[in-house]
């Protein structure tokens, strides 16, 4: 008898999940606010129904759930406990793709009488970076060696071709989430302590991070790493790092944008309604005038250039975005960050035929029989630009946005939404089949859920990260 899935969300994380699960023969009903994107996600797909579901209808949620052996929950974060808290009354399976949060944590005496298993972190960050991390990890100290150092970078970015405006990158969902990232606080482990970044200043602690000599890219902590020596369990390392990749000039662009007060979520009466972008820029900064001239220096007054070069640089990316125009208006939001949230959605957005590419990398400086070794281990994923983008495919949700987590610290932004779904459609066929039988709250952080994800991920999807020793 076939096995029947229910798959909760609009995102365009969700279609390479239903495919993964179509081509198993695998019967996908998908449930969204309207049914016209049900539909949109169904449309060419065999073995899948659209239906149109309010998951705060907790009686229509547990009828829909009660169908099926196994629930997808690729909705924000904040509606996960709900769902799972339906599966519970249901006893039905659930996976998702987010980090696991206190609201959900909560509920694992409850999973485990329910006897289901509820499984997360399966896209790519989190999600591929947990497997090979893992994996890295357990066969040096099967071999009595230590980890002393772990990096992890991974960022969703435009294709180098398609990386053509000033901060050279680009959107496939709003930009929200990624510029708040630009507000978090950073903390990790360096040589043996904890080091703490203030949030404005997390721009300013971006360094260059080789990792192949064809990009040029910049590295940042992102959010709470700290909690990794233990949850990795590697409490002889040293240093512990998870963050962020960008291509170099975003930092600075960035740093400025957020000394001018444009990631300010304080409503302004001013932004509620449509004005020229210059004189929005000028109540914004309270320059003197909304002349660029004046505009150029409130800006000078208010964070620092490291070069003329650089200054003349993002002043022409400001003026490309607009901020110094009288013809361009504003969308009215109501403060400074949905304001220029709305004017990068115009501008920021990839165009027809243009790739993405998503680059991890996890590097290990190891003790092992008496030397010291640099092992890498790395992923990289173009997009197709007449397929899925490489994000949507590894299940990378710039994500870390919708799904914070005090726990276990929060994703990196920019891997969340869009690489999700091969890797998570692939935990749900494990569920199904019982290769991941454990009950419980779970996420990939050992041997036995961890080694059958990458199995069948290298083998049938070519997703996998290639192991080196560099040094």
């Not at 924000?76 to 944590?105: E, G, L």
């Not at 990839?350 to 590419?357: K, M, S």
């Not at 029989?369 to 197709?384: A, I, P, Y």
């Not at 869009?418 to 991941?436: D, R, S």
Request: with cysteine; aromatic share 8%.
């Amino acid at each position: 008898m076939s096995k029947s899935v229910l798959i909760l969300g609009a995102g365009f994380v969700v279609k390479p999940t239903v495919q993964v699960l179509s081509d198993a023969g695998i019967s996908v009903t998908v449930a969204c606010r309207t049914q016209s994107s049900a539909e949109k996600l169904c449309g060419g797909i065999k073995n899948t129904k659209p239906i149109s579901l309010d998951v705060t209808d907790s009686k229509a949620l547990d009828d829909q759930v009660s169908k099926h052996d196994l629930v997808v929950s690729l909705i924000p974060y904040t509606f996960h406990a709900d769902v799972i808290k339906s599966a519970i009354r249901t006893k039905t399976n659930v996976v998702t793709t987010s980090y696991v949060s206190p609201a959900m944590q909560a509920l694992e005496e409850d999973v485990k009488k329910a006897g289901i298993t509820v499984m997360n972190e399966i896209g790519l960050d989190p999600g591929v970076d947990h497997l090979y991390a893992i994996k890295m990890i357990d066969e040096v100290h099967a071999k009595g060696g230590k980890i002393k150092s772990f990096l992890s970078y991974c960022g969703g970015l435009p294709a180098p071709e398609a990386s053509d405006n000033p901060l050279g990158y680009k959107f496939s969902w709003s930009p929200r989430g990624v510029l708040l990232a630009a507000r978090n606080d950073g903390k990790f482990w360096q040589d043996g302590k904890i080091v703490q970044v203030p949030g404005p200043e997390l721009m300013k602690s971006a360094k260059p991070y080789f990792i192949y000599p064809g990009y040029a890219f910049v590295a940042y902590a992102n959010r709470d790493s700290s909690v990794y020596k233990e949850r990795y369990d590697i409490p002889e390392a040293e240093t512990v790092v998870r963050g962020s990749l960008r291509y170099q000039g975003w930092p600075e662009f960035i740093q400025c944008i957020v000394d001018m007060g444009m990631l300010s979520d304080e409503k302004k009466s001013f932004l509620e309604k449509p004005i020229p972008w210059r004189e929005a820029t000028q109540q914004i900064l309270a320059a003197s005038s909304s002349t660029e001239k004046d505009l150029s220096l409130a800006i000078n007054s208010k964070t620092n250039f490291s070069s003329t070069d650089e200054k003349n640089r993002i002043l022409a990316g400001l003026k490309w975005i607009g901020m110094f125009s009288e013809d361009e208006m504003i969308e009215p939001r109501g403060t400074p960050l949905d304001v220029l949230c709305a004017t990068l959605e115009k501008k920021m957005m990839y165009g027809p035929g243009e790739r993405d590419l998503v680059m991890l990398q996890h590097r290990f400086e190891i003790e092992i029989d008496g030397k010291t070794e640099v092992r890498t281990s790395t992923l990289v994923e173009n997009g197709d630009p007449n397929g899925y983008s490489a994000m949507a495919k590894l299940g990378k949700e710039e994500r870390a946005i919708l799904s914070p987590s005090p726990v276990f610290g929060m994703p990196r932004i920019d891997c969340y939404l869009p690489i999700v779904g091969v890797p998570c459609g692939v935990a749900v066929k494990q569920v199904l089949n019982g290769t991941i039988a454990e009950k419980g709250i779970l996420w990939p952080g050992h041997k036995s859920i961890c080694d059958p994800l990458m199995k069948e991920l290298k083998e049938q999807y070519g997703i996998e990260c290639i192991e080196k020793i560099i040094a």
